[in-house]
């Protein structure tokens, strides 16, 4: 069943700008990870956040995590046209990577 | 980094026909592997847990003869869409866990379009 719910669907900027990227959960969670994909292609790690870590940062990425919430948000700071792909976050019940459950996706189309 | 191998790519068969999927860890061991299906504009499905040496654990509503999984090897996982249909068409992609640090890496998805 699905557990992410990422909003938006689709976000379309300007090379240069920050995307802001949302998820929200339904369940308790061990960890939260975000993923890219290219358009056919397979899922790229980005960052793992865990339930008792609030954000995380990760070159032009930062992560929060917000457990009360149930949500977390992905930011891409100063996007780059190569950042246009889906991003997912997917959430772990246990420790470890194992057994994840995807989100429906945010499509970012980063124009030059 | 961890690189898995997916293969084929890219797929076309006719209805009726088995399609076999691989999936390889090339420079780790991964006990347990996983099979995902994703649909256009769609998020991963989640179909099959592959633990090597077992049976693969499906999950609900996946049809285990229609989907079969073979996990031989530390480093090879299959898929075989048996007797496709033209709504098996889809992407499907693999994941492994490396055993030593528990990282999953995905391979790189396999397009299946059944006429």
């Known amino acids: 069943s699905q557990q992410g719910e990422e909003d938006p669907q689709a976000l379309s900027i300007q090379e240069g700008e920050n995307a802001t990227m949302n998820c929200s959960y339904k369940t308790s969670i061990n960890n939260l990870q975000w993923y890219r994909q290219n358009s056919g292609r397979g899922l790229v790690h980005l960052i793992l956040?865990?339930?008792?870590?609030r954000e995380k940062h990760s070159g032009r990425l930062r992560v929060t995590l917000d457990t009360s919430k149930k949500s977390s948000s992905l930011l891409i700071t100063a996007s780059r046209a190569a950042d246009t792909a889906s991003y997912f976050c997917a959430t772990a019940v246990t420790s470890g990577y194992s057994t994840l459950t995807f989100g429906k996706g945010t499509m970012l189309l980063v124009s030059p | 980094g961890a690189v898995v191998s997916q293969h084929p790519s890219r797929v076309i068969c006719k209805s009726g026909t088995s399609v076999k999927i691989e999936c390889r860890s090339l420079?780790?061991?991964?006990?347990?592997m996983f099979w995902y299906r994703q649909f256009p504009k769609q998020s991963l499905m989640l179909m099959a847990t592959?633990?090597?040496?077992?049976?693969?654990?499906?999950e609900q509503g996946v049809e285990k003869d229609k989907f079969l999984i073979n996990h031989a090897s530390l480093t090879l996982s299959t898929l075989t869409v048996t007797s496709a249909h033209p709504e098996d068409s889809s992407f499907y992609i693999c994941?492994?866990?490396?055993?030593?640090?528990?990282?999953?890496?995905f391979g790189s998805g396999t397009q299946l379009s059944v006429l």
């Open positions: 592959s633990n090597e040496g077992s049976k693969a654990t499906y």
């Open positions: 994941s492994a866990r490396d055993t030593t640090n528990e990282k999953l890496f």
């Open positions: 956040i865990r339930s008792n870590e």
């Open positions: 420079d780790f061991q991964a006990t347990t």
